[in-house]
T-cell receptor
Framework: GNSVTQMEGPVTLSEEAFLTINCTYT??????LFWYVQYPGEGLQLLLK?????DKGSNKGFEATYRKETTSFHLEKGSVQVSDSAVYFC???????????FGGGTRVLVKP | DTEVTQTPKHLVMGMTNKKSLKCEQH?????MYWYKQKAKKPPELMFV???????INESVPSRFSPECPNSSLLNLHLHALQPEDSALYLC????????????????FGPGTRLTVT
């Protein structure tokens, strides 16, 4: 079946540090890949997506590249801010169907 | 407008109560979803409606009863819940795929935090 594995948190960083959150997946076919962010007390917001191999999704300074050869979709940001403190979920969806498969989530804490 | 709204924001109910959660979107999406999220866990899919018809039920207990009265509204009726059902309930919507090759992102609401006493 499909599965998504993320690095466990919490990840604690200082402001302006470089952030990487690893995400690898197992799926048949060619899934679409997503990163969602959940700020404290809120629902999930779509951060970025990629629908085919070598696609790069980007938004708000975050980037992730769909790497089919390593089945990975790592999230990166060059300079984090305190406001980036949140839980980040990697997810995939097969082309057929509506189901999202989520990773376990990674909590990120950015300190001033 | 990419907003999904949910009411109420918080709900406390006893195990013998009947209550309903409501979700609304005006993006013209024809697929709507209910998820359950426990603390420090990812969301778990409960139900999917596609074109106002139930298309996925992830073996959810019958004490949870979904309803999609029209393309903009989604309800979750609750009856005889257990304390372990306390969680954040998230609604989401997306365009409904017409072809296997299509995939559309899901937009989530802020959730209803449910406490069962």
């Amino acid at each position: 079946g499909n599965s998504v594995t993320q690095m466990e948190g919490p990840v604690t960083l200082s402001e302006e540090a470089f952030l990487t959150i690893n995400c690898t997946y197992t799926a048949t076919g060619y899934p679409s890949l997503f990163w969602y962010v959940q700020y404290p007390g809120e629902g999930l917001q779509l951060l970025l997506k990629a629908t085919k191999a070598d696609d790069k999704g980007s938004n708000k300074g975050f980037e992730a590249t769909y790497r089919k050869e390593t089945t990975s979709f790592h999230l990166e940001k060059g300079s984090v801010q305190v406001s980036d403190s949140a839980v980040y979920f990697c997810a995939l969806r097969r082309a057929a169907g509506n189901k999202l498969t989520f990773g376990g989530g990674t909590r990120v804490l950015v300190k001033p | 407008d990419t907003e999904v709204t949910q009411t109420p924001k918080h709900l406390v109910m006893g195990m013998t109560n009947k209550k309903s959660l409501k979700c609304e979107q005006h993006m013209g999406h024809r697929a709507m979803y209910w998820y359950k999220q426990k603390a420090k866990k990812p969301p778990e899919l409960m139900f999917v409606y596609s074109y106002e018809k139930l298309s996925i039920n992830e073996s959810v207990p019958s004490r949870f009863s979904p309803e999609c009265p029209n393309s903009s509204l989604l309800n979750l009726h609750l009856h005889a819940l257990q304390p372990e059902d306390s969680a954040l309930y998230l609604c989401a919507s997306s365009q409904a795929p017409y072809r296997r090759s299509e995939t559309y992102e899901q937009y989530f609401g802020p959730g209803t935090r449910l406490t069962v006493t």
